[in-house]
Structures are given as C-alpha cells and as structure tokens.
C-alpha cells in the first residue's frame, strides 16, 4: 500500500478497527478514512454506495461487524445474521464497483466445524456442523469469505479473508452480558477485588479451550498480510497455542491479584469444546506474534480501568 493512498477502515471505534488505525498511522499513512456508525450505517445499502462513490477509497479494511460472545450470539441471532450479512454485502460490492485496489474481510474462528479436527486449517472449512450457539453470525462470516472470492473468480478483485482467532486489548467490549470471555472476567474479577467479594462466578464447565491473540498483534497480522497476501480461500491469524477457561480465569486471577474462588455456572453453554488455529500458513509466510497471554491480560487491564 502506498503510503499517500486512501485507506478507508470500517469499524474505526471498535477494538480491531482501533488497533489497525493506530497501526496505520505509525507506519505513516496520510490519508485514513474513518466514519462512524452514525455518520454511515453500513447496513444502509444507498448510503455506503454514495460514501464509496464520493470518496473512491484505494484499500479497505472490513472491521465493522456486529460482534459478541456465545450468549449476545446466541440471544440476538438474527441480528447476529441480517447486520453481518447487510455490512459486508454493502462494502464488498461497493469496493467492486469503484475499483478498490484490495479489501481485507475479517471473519472468525468459528467459521469452522464444532467438532473439526484440532489445530482447524483453513482446508476445513464447510466440512461439518457449526456450533449452534454462534451459527448465524458464522454463516454470515462464511458467506463473506465466498463473496470475497466470486468476486475475485468473476470481477479479478483482489479481495482477502483473514480468520482471526479469538481476540482481546485496547477498546474490547466489556458489557457483563454480550462480551467475550477474557474481558467479562478482567471485569468480574476486578469488580469483586474492588468489593471485597470472595468468588467470581465463571460461564460453563470451565473445560472448553480457546486461543487468545492480542488486538494490536492481530492489526500488525492485517497490515503484513494486506502487503503480502493474495490469494483466494481464507488465511488463519493466531498464536498456535490455547488453554481451558478454567486457567484462563486463573491466570486472570493471578495478574490483577485477586486470591477469591472460582464458581461455575453450569447453565452456561461451553460453546465449542476448542478452537485452535492452525496458523503454518501465517508462519511460513513470515509473521508470528509478539504478546504473550500474561503481558497481554496486564495491558488490557490498564486499559479497562483507565475506561471504567
Ligand atoms: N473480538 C473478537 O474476539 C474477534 C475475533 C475474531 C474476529 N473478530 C472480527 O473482527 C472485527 C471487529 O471486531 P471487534 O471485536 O473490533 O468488534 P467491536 O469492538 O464491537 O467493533 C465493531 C465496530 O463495527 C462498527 N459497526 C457495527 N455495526 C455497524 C454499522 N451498522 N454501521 C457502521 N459500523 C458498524 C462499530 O462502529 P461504531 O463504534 O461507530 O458504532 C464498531 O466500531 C469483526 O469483523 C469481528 O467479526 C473479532
Ligand atoms: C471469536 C468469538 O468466539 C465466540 O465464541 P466463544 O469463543 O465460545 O465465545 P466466548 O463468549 O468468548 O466464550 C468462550 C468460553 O468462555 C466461557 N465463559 C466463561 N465465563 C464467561 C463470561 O463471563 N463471559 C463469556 N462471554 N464467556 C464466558 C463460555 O461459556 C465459553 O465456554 C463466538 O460466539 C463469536 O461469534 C466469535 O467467533
């Protein structure tokens, strides 16, 4: 990407969107193009052809979406569906239309099959049944994956799919309800430090395993690949490495130093048992992380409690 080409990043506010921003202004990018939801619905099919008409971005990184964790998806599943769905029709057929040099899709780990075999490569996907709890959101990210691609097979455009693993750091959504697991636990836990509460209660059996990778390392990954990455079919974005809920939570314990018990709420859905990339291809293209999980959890503490 050249440095004085128009970058437009979508979802400029969120916690993906913020980290490829901050990325993009350090590598010195002069013209970033950011709107927010209520500037531009991107559901809004007219408006987001105008915007794209008006402003003739050259790059486009897809980080807007309606994002949560297993029960947001699971309670608000057509939302989940229709809001995906509508945001990523408007912007790819958009980017088609006026000549969008290269489009980064973002999607997500649970495109792939509940029961896949572990660590999933990028060949698995379509091979089996979606978890239930998140299967809406999952259709939409599959079908932003094949939209990328008939668009590539009948227009030639140079549109990519990256399938981040399981995120967390600056700007992460901690809504009690509708976040992810990492920073619904900074949150309980720090609330029950704060007062003086002798156990935090955590979803599930606490067995499932998930992998965790920082934002800003995820944004470096985007910004490598959307230099060096063109090919159909989707890429996997990950730190190879994943451990249950359960050590999660006490690892979580360990660095903001909160000595309480654990309690698990059994009626809470576990989701998929795990979820481990396979991130070879990533590696052998030359790009590894850099935040390691107990770095990581500390800084995305900092920034929960400069926020809260
Ligand atoms: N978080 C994870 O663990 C994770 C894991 C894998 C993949 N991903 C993917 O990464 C991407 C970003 O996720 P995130 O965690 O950064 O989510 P997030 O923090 O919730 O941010 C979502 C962003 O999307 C924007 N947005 C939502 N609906 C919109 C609409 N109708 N019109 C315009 N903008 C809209 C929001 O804009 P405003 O702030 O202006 O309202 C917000 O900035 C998504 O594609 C997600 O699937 C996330
Ligand atoms: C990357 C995301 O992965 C998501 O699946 P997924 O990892 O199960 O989503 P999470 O909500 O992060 O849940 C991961 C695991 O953590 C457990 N968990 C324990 N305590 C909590 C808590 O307080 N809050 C939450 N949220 N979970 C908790 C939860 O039961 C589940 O087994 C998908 O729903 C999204 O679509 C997206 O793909």
């Not at 990184?61 to 297993?70: D, Q, R, S, W, Y």
């Not at 836990?189 to 499932?208: C, D, I, L, M, Y």
């Not at 991130?279 to 503490?301: D, F």
Request: aromatic share 10%; glycine share 6%.
């Amino acid at each position: 990407m050249e440095k004085n080409a128009k970058v437009y990043v979508a979802g400029h506010r969120g916690m993906v969107g913020s980290a490829i921003y901050r990325k993009l202004q350090k590598e010195g990018f002069e013209h970033i193009l950011v709107k927010t939801s209520s500037e531009l619905d991107l559901r809004n099919q007219e408006a987001v052809a105008q915007f794209f008409e008006e402003e003739k971005p050259d790059y486009v990184f897809l980080a807007a979406a309606k994002v949560g964790g297993i029960v947001a998806n699971n309670t608000y599943r057509a939302d989940f569906l229709y809001e995906n769905l509508a945001i990523q029709n408007n912007v790819i057929h958009s980017a088609y239309v006026n000549g969008v040099k290269k489009l980064m899709f973002l999607g997500s780990s649970c495109i792939y099959p509940k029961m896949a075999p572990q660590p999933l490569k990028e060949d698995y996907l379509l091979t089996g049944t979606l978890e239930h709890t998140n299967e809406p959101y999952a259709i939409a990210k599959i079908a932003g994956i094949k939209m990328c691609d008939a668009y590539r097979d009948q227009y030639g455009c140079n549109f990519i799919s990256v399938m981040p693993t399981n995120l967390y750091g600056y700007n992460d959504n901690y809504h009690p309800q509708n976040s992810h697991v990492l920073p619904a636990l900074i949150r309980k836990v720090h609330e029950a430090k704060v007062n003086n509460e002798k156990q935090v209660t955590v979803w599930g059996s606490g067995s499932p395993l998930r992998e965790f990778l920082f934002a800003d390392d995820l944004a470096d990954a985007c910004y490598f690949l959307m230099e060096n990455y063109n090919e159909p079919n989707l890429i996997n974005i990950g730190t190879g490495h994943d451990l249950t809920i359960k050590d999660l939570a006490l690892l979580i314990k360990d660095v903001l130093g909160f000595d309480g018990e654990l309690v698990f709420d059994a009626s809470k859905p576990d989701g998929t048992p795990r979820k481990l990339m396979d991130v070879s291809k990533l590696h052998a293209l030359g790009w590894k992380h850099q935040i390691e999980l107990p770095e990581g959890i500390a800084l995305a503490y900092q920034d929960f409690e400069s926020r809260y």
